[in-house]
């Protein structure tokens, strides 16, 4: 006679809590620290109920109360779960996925790219279905200020750390390669502001590409990812669109990564 089947599912009271007690870390993550009365009312639920959820976060000290009258924050023992994670949230192996969609969207090549010393280094790539693509740029080293990805990742550095990088001269690719440090720092301006950068055959002759920034959990762009293509086909009448695209592909990479658009952006 077959053994009855047991059913292991939690109750659904139990269930509702755990997704409210998510819910609790999620508003902490997102605004740093709350009280009581600010977390029951996102809950929409009695004051009661999220004193109880809190207190069963405290106990396992994933929230913690530094005075007896201060609100609460995310506690160390965030840290032991995140610290069980880290080595999996490595950049390639997360941004390679949204690479191969953004490939798939727009038909071009896309790649995440790194900075290393003075250059960009592409990391991870795919490839669109079209006959004529680029190069395999993987591990390529590309310059900063005539490229997509480089110039994402100068527009986001420190001004110390930008006045280092443009000290000296910089070359000139093709005739539309930006030379003038001031006409590459108010490029720069113009790319933190909107979130995304473009190169119109800067480096190399008939080749235009778009890029925007990837964050790391604590706001900080670690790297920049980028469609390019052919001038015939990434026309410059499509850069909007791509440039909507990748911003997408950056949002997504970067919310792989642990990163939430709420708290205050680090560079």
Not at 215 to 238: F, K, N, Q
Request: charged letters at 25%; hydrophobic letters at 40%.
């Amino acid at each position: 006679m077959p053994e009855r089947e047991t059913d292991l599912s939690p109750p659904a009271g139990s269930v509702q809590s755990v997704d409210r007690a998510v819910r609790v870390l999620e508003i902490l993550a997102r605004e740093g620290e709350a009280g009581t009365t600010e977390i029951a009312r996102e809950l929409k639920v009695h004051n009661s109920t999220a004193s109880r959820l809190i207190a069963a976060l405290v106990g396992h000290d994933l929230v913690e109360q530094p005075g007896p009258r201060s609100k609460y924050r995310l506690g160390v023992g965030m840290l032991r779960l995140a610290g069980a994670t880290a080595s999996r949230l490595d950049l390639t192996t997360q941004a390679q996925p949204v690479c191969d969609a953004l490939a798939a969207e727009l038909d071009e090549t896309t790649n995440v790219a790194i900075l290393s010393g003075d250059v960009a280094v592409n990391v991870c790539q795919a490839q669109g279905s079209t006959h004529v693509a680029t190069q395999n740029w993987i591990g390529q080293r590309t310059v900063l200020h005539a490229t997509s990805s480089g110039k994402v990742l100068l527009a986001y550095l420190c001004d110390d750390e930008l006045d280092h990088m443009l000290n000296g001269r910089l070359d000139k690719f093709t005739p539309r390669t930006l030379s003038s440090t001031k006409q590459l720092r108010q490029e720069l301006r113009c790319i933190r502001d909107r979130g995304w950068a473009y190169a119109i055959e800067e480096y190399e002759e008939g080749l235009n590409a778009v890029a925007a920034p990837i964050r790391a959990h604590d706001g900080t762009v670690v790297a920049a990812i980028s469609a390019s293509g052919p001038a015939y086909r990434l026309s410059e009448e499509r850069i909007p669109h791509a440039c909507e695209a990748v911003s997408r592909a950056g949002a997504e990479v970067s919310r792989r990564l642990g990163y939430h658009p709420g708290r205050s952006d680090a560079g």
